[in-house]
């Protein structure tokens, strides 16, 4: 199994994924970072506090979480897509073999995404607001919500993999992830926000400290996701079993 | 083992997708250390059969055993049977060279293999080129480059001349030779018969059904008739050319779908059909 670990991390190391998509990660979350210290005085001076535009800082930084789920499911489709699938399947020796194989790769590089993006976020929550006129502020609130960065990311790693292992097709993987995130689970948010709170990603806003009303306990988040997580991994195998390799 | 062992056996083997069967009761025991060319047009059931003998597609009915078990039951089946399937790809942005060092690693092997292998394959001099910029030959020869990285004991080769030059399918040829003389199971699906004919020792030909299944010599009469001639009355009997028909009166009996078991008394190799 540590052959196959390592192949496969070898395997998703190889081209551009492994950088792009946290760059990418990055900018956008540099983006909304500018967005909140831009307007940090004047929201200072309607009655906010630098603490808090802090804390939006840092929270910006879970937008990460999005790009480690979609290296989840690229690491996994593109070896359907590529034509890679059949020679991993056969030198992996069982297909549950190169299924967990890739849960780890993956969750291992969502760790990596979550480390990167509360390194850049404690950054951001320093030097960002200099610029702009007023000091930085940061206390254990702050750390919690960086800790919940990291904590989502990691946990969207393997998520996105089993997206991948259950769509297959590595457009429709990556599609459903973002309309998942930022389409379906918001706009049920906004309907039904009693029932939506038990969704992924919605439960990730618990984890990452959110602000919006109607979220889970950080306990009941975990254990929702936990939950996602374990149906998507029992779904994801039994289809990785039975279904022909293209 | 020995040419008297059996190294591929398929039993019953069918395969149906959405009503339309793809490959029906296929039976054939395939002898270890010979070249066998599994023989069909396109579409013909040959890349099902050889995916459904790889557990790479399950069965409708029936059973495929590689070296005596289900390749998935099979111990170190990744060190014991190299696989070159039509259509598998390269990991994206790896190169020739890199692409090998990844499979070595799942494998387990050193990295040095990799440029054993790139020299046994003729692809040395590529081994920085991109597998994306590879010509449709150098990807052939690099897939069986990863092919051969274990050693096996066994290979399938799924359509391996498919975009050779002529120096490439010599190549091929001479290859597929040398692995045989070393003792190798050589399974082989084509087309091109002409190719084939100067390759294998045994054949398959399948149209959905097992048409055939015995030694190149016996199908050809000693060379007496074309492998190809054969080939045509044997998938598609309406269309037989009368020398063809004078040629299969002096052959041996030509089994036909229906009657495709019969080969197996008509037979003695160990290649054959069963009842």
Sequence with gaps: MRNLVAGEARKALTGRIWWYLPLAGAWLCLITTFGYVSEGEKAIASGSTALAVGQDVARAWMMMFLLAAVFGAVAVTRDYGSGTMVRSVLLAGSRTRL????LIVSTVAGALFGLFAAALGTASVYLAPGPFGFEAAADGETALILFGVFACCTLAGPWGALVGWIVRNQTAAVVTLLVLTLLVDPGLQRIVPDASKYLLTIAMSSVYRDV?????SLPMAYAVIAAWLAAAFFVGRRLVRTRDIA | MTTNDTAVSLSGLTKTYKGVTAVDDLTVDIRAGRVTGLLGRNGAGKTTTLRMLLGLAAPTAGTATILGRPYAELPDAAHRVGVSMDGMGGVPGATVRSELRIWCTVLGLP???????MEITGIADAATRPVKGCSTGMRQRLALAAALLADPEVLVLDEPANGLDPDGIRWLRDTLRSLAGEGRTVLVSSHQLAELEQT?????????????AGTLADLTGHGAT????????LVDPAATSPAAENLAATAPTTPTPST???????????????A
Excluded: H, N, W
Excluded at chain 2, 226 to 233: M, S
């Design chain 1, 212 to 216: 919006k009303p109607d979220l889970l």
């Design chain 2, 111 to 117: 990295a040095t293999r990799a440029d054993e292998v």
């Design chain 1, 99 to 102: 299924f967990g194989a890739k």
């Design chain 2, 200 to 212: 294998v020792d045994d054949v398959v030909i399948m149209q959905r059904t097992l048409r055939y």
């Design chain 2, 226 to 233: 074309r492998l190809e001639d054969r080939f045509f009355e």
């Design chain 2, 260 to 274: 495709a078991a019969p080969a197996a008394v008509r037979t003695p190799e160990r290649i054959t059909s069963r």
